[in-house]
């Protein structure tokens, strides 16, 4: 398997741009994981799905970010407008359960300028 | 709900010396635990895991940790720690069983090895 598919590896945007983020997970897996990394606030989980069903989304820091997986191989989390706070590193992991740990995607480095 | 705490943000060490990075948790229920690296500008990898059973787990590269039930810790080790080593490492904890799908990850401690 190639792992978790991350894309694009690097993304620079304007204030203002809606930005989308992709993510293809191991086939198999049924739980898909968005993170986002910053050198302030370490790693953050801002939404997870499972079976395509989003459970908790508590993480998304607002109406600006959201987050979709029409079926069991595709994700996307999109930021519109994007701000450049939103500026960080973004993982996308999947898992068949907790036991096996998650795998992570090689994320997406997203730069709001 | 889980929570972890690692003590360390930074260890640096010389090379082939030990070192010992430090992870206590927190959780009502049961629990698995993990250490995962991160290499500079990569994902994270899962580097050893503790489900049940021995409370020594070792992996590939020559890392072992202990669970302690009665500490709520899961330490990671090396005898002999090599450049190659210079990552970030990041202990992590779930709830067993049911749904609990969340894995909860402590804030990192950056392992920088010298020569």
């Known amino acids: 398997d190639a792992g978790v598919i991350q894309s694009p590896r690097h993304e620079v945007t304007e204030m203002g741009q809606e930005v989308t983020l992709r993510c293809k997970p191991i086939?198999?897996?049924?739980?898909l994981f968005w993170y986002r990394q910053t050198m302030m606030r370490g790693l953050e989980l801002l939404i997870y799905?499972?079976?395509?069903?989003?459970?908790?989304d508590s993480g998304m820091p607002e109406d600006r970010f959201s987050a979709k997986m029409p079926n069991a191989s595709f994700s996307t989390l999109k930021i519109q407008p994007s701000e450049p706070r939103d500026s960080a590193v973004y993982f996308c992991?999947?898992?068949?359960?907790?036991?096996?740990?998650?795998?992570f995607g090689s994320g997406t480095r997203l730069t709001v300028v | 709900a889980q929570s972890v705490t690692q003590l360390d943000s930074q260890v640096p060490v010389f090379e082939e010396a030990p070192v010992e990075l430090r992870c206590n948790y927190s959780s009502s229920v049961s629990v698995y635990l993990f250490w995962y690296v991160q290499y500079p500008n990569q994902g994270l990898q899962l580097l050893l895991k503790y489900l049940s059973g021995s409370t020594l787990v070792e992996s590939i590269n020559g890392f072992e940790a202990e669970f302690n039930k009665s500490q709520t810790s899961f330490h990671l080790r090396k005898p002999s720690v090599h450049i190659s080593d210079t990552a970030e490492y990041f202990c992590a904890v779930s709830g067993r069983g049911g749904s609990n799908y969340k894995l909860t990850f402590g804030k990192g401690t950056l392992l920088t090895v010298n020569p």
């Open positions: 992991a999947s898992t068949q359960g907790t036991w096996q740990g998650y795998t």
């Open positions: 799905f499972n079976n395509n069903v989003p459970i908790d």
């Open positions: 086939s198999g897996h049924n739980s």
